[in-house]
């Protein structure tokens, strides 16, 4: 059965570097979204692609938050400076065209 | 803006009894409805939708849920719990097609022998 990856599964890193996460989609997904979780929280959204441009990005701090989908397959989200609320689990999903999200195990970032 | 409320944050059954967990929306159009499921420190995984048609869904893992548009709610039910239940159960509503989903806090299950 096909799935959505991630990596890394784990992440710790140090206030003010720069991290990056990288997700590949359930092939032929043209739709891929980036949801932050904190703990004890809900995922909620970042960022959604469809192909290689930006649908939504209205709660993606810009400041330091960065991501993209060059060829419309896989994605990378970056944060530089990392601060230490932005500790969380960082989740991918894809979809098809009918609102089922496939999301992938996830990145647990912890930021010291 | 659409919202999921789970009222529940944490519930403890026990092992073969019964299970039903809460979910209400606010929604103005039809709801795209979704229960999840997350062990800890993974992903999610879906367990059933509901997007039209028959109110009752059967999703996996013997779960099901019933929509009731009147009382805006999406409860999952299942008639006997086994102790690999126990995780974080997430509600979530979209509006159809590529919309994101808009989560529930989550009702963490524990499963008592």
């Known amino acids: 059965e096909a799935e959505v990856a991630q990596s890394p599964r784990y992440k710790i890193t140090e206030k003010s570097q720069a991290v990056a996460f990288w997700c590949d989609p359930i092939?032929?997904?043209?739709?891929l979204y980036w949801y932050r979780q904190i703990l004890g929280q809900g995922p909620e959204l970042l960022v959604q692609f469809q192909d290689e441009s930006v649908v939504d990005d209205s709660q993606l701090p810009k400041d330091r938050f960065s991501a993209e989908r060059l060829k419309g397959v896989d994605s990378t989200l970056k944060i530089q400076p990392a601060e230490l609320g932005d500790s969380a689990m960082y989740l991918c999903a894809s979809s098809l065209d009918v609102g089922e999200q496939y999301f992938g195990p996830g990145t647990r970032l912890t930021v010291t | 803006a659409q919202s999921v409320t789970q009222p529940d944050i944490h519930i403890t059954v026990s092992e073969g009894a019964s299970l039903e967990l809460r979910c209400n929306y606010s929604y103005g159009a039809t709801p795209y409805l979704f229960w999840y499921v997350q062990s800890p420190g993974q992903g999610l995984q879906l367990l059933l939708k509901?997007?039209?048609?028959?109110?009752l869904v059967q999703g996996i893992k013997g779960f099901e849920a019933e929509f009731k548009r009147s009382q805006s709610s999406f409860n999952l039910r299942k008639p006997s719990v086994h102790w690999s239940d126990a995780a974080e159960y997430f509600c979530a509503v979209g509006a159809g097609g590529n919309t994101p989903l808009v989560f529930g806090k989550g009702t963490r299950l524990s499963v008592i022998a």
């Open positions: 092939s032929g997904h043209a739709t």
């Open positions: 509901y997007f039209s048609g028959d109110t």
